[in-house]
């Protein structure tokens, strides 16, 4: 069983900053990719940042520069920073991982798991 644990989140002004917190846990053999999405109210899911282990990042363009993703391999943790928050960036902000599980004949097995989500709300 694997979970993903999301904290952070809530009510910010325009031009405010916040913190998202995402830590894995469970039967994990290898934590692989790691990354944020969101969801805004009417729209699909999209892409915010990812980053391997190797601490690679990856960020839709509309978060460059204002958003910093980061993880902790030891504690199997994933941040996402976020500033200079504008209206247009709230949403649900799900966590994603890709984790290699070993199943019970001893296979290895990658799949995607998700986090609850947590509302980030700019507004004044």
């Known amino acids: 069983q694997v979970q993903l644990v999301e904290s952070g989140g809530g009510l910010v002004q325009p031009g405010g900053s916040l913190r998202l917190s995402c830590a894995a846990s469970?039967?994990?053999?290898?934590?692989?990719?790691m990354g944020w999405y969101r969801q805004a109210p009417g729209k699909q899911r999209e892409l915010v940042a990812t980053?391997?282990?190797?601490?690679?990042?990856n960020y839709a363009d509309s978060v460059k520069g204002r958003f910093t993703i980061s993880r902790d391999n030891a504690k199997n943790t994933v941040t996402l920073q976020m500033s200079s928050l504008s209206p247009e960036d709230t949403a649900v902000y799900y966590c994603?991982?890709?984790?290699?599980?070993?199943?019970?004949?001893?296979?290895?097995?990658?799949?995607?798991?998700w986090g609850q989500g947590t509302q980030v709300t700019v507004s004044s």
């Open positions: 469970g039967s994990i053999f290898r934590l692989l990719v």
């Open positions: 994603n991982a890709r984790i290699t599980v070993i199943l019970s004949d001893l296979r290895a097995r990658a799949d995607d798991y």
């Open positions: 980053i391997t282990g190797g601490g690679n990042t």
